[in-house]
């Protein structure tokens, strides 16, 4: 193997798939790097900058270069949204961290709330008209301090209005989140829809999710009806794309 920036990057990869370097310890200074491989400082700068566009370590200021987690969550499909969950007081994010065996608190999600006005997309979704207001909540979630996704959701004022979720208090909208809120509404979800693409982020996402160059982000377009098929909510979400695998389990229609 050459000791060009491939070659060290290579040897520095297969040491994190080793586990010589775990999750979120910080990879030896470049300096050091480049001495213990006789190589320039500029290779170890590349070497590292093409691990970075993989998703195996970001640069962390005043840490240095951190090697990422490498086990993704589960993102649950059709179950995290059971009723029985939210009912019992269990919101979507938590019900996706404890089916992957992982801690998580009220303040792993932040939400910021304002009356705004429905875009084309919104408006489709949940029968408006373009311009109409909607309660936007727009939350960041994060793991261990880290975001690992946005989910913004648009509801019908006359829907929300005087609830919990038109709050813009840290963590989620009481126990159940929306949807607990929406079913004491007499607004019970019954149908979602989904939808998810990949693209890569925009600058705004890169900066608020941290992502490292290179890595795509995960969205998912949902819609939220009652039994009676009224649209309820409709919500996007922006996912790092290295923190979520996506797990569907359904019967397979006659």
């Known amino acids: 193997m050459g000791t060009g920036y491939r070659g060290l990057a290579a040897l520095l990869r297969e040491a994190i798939q080793r586990g010589d370097y775990t999750e979120g310890s910080t990879l030896p200074k470049q300096g050091e790097i480049a001495a213990e491989h006789g190589v320039n400082i500029n290779t170890v700068r590349q070497a590292v900058r093409l691990l970075e566009s993989e998703g195996l370590v970001t640069p962390v200021r005043r840490r ?3 090697v990422r987690p490498r086990v993704a969550m589960r993102r649950l499909g059709a179950d995290r949204y059971a009723k029985s969950k939210w009912k019992s007081g269990l919101v979507a994010f938590a019900a996706d961290r404890e089916a992957t065996g992982r801690a998580w608190a009220p303040d792993d999600q932040i939400n910021d709330v304002r009356l705004t006005k429905a875009d084309a997309e919104t408006s489709d979704a949940l029968g408006l008209t373009p311009g109409a207001p909607v309660y936007e909540r727009a939350r960041l979630v994060k793991e261990a301090h880290v975001p690992t996704h946005t989910l913004t959701s648009y509801y019908r004022p006359e829907d929300v209005e005087g609830t919990p979720l038109v709050d813009s208090k840290t963590g989620p ?9 929406l079913t004491g509404r007499g607004l019970e979800p019954d149908t979602i829809t989904e939808t998810v693409h990949a693209r890569m982020p925009t600058p705004d996402e890169t900066q608020v999710l941290r992502l490292p160059a290179g890595e795509p982000v995960m969205v998912l377009h949902r819609t939220t009806f009652t039994a009676g098929g009224r649209p309820i909510e409709f919500a996007r979400g922006v996912h790092a794309a290295s923190r979520f695998t996506w797990s569907y389990t359904f019967k397979i229609p006659d």
């Not at 909208?173 to 809120?181: E, N, V």
């Open 173 to 181: 909208a009481g126990r159940g989140g929306g949807f607990a809120i």
């Open 64 to 66: 240095g270069t951190v």
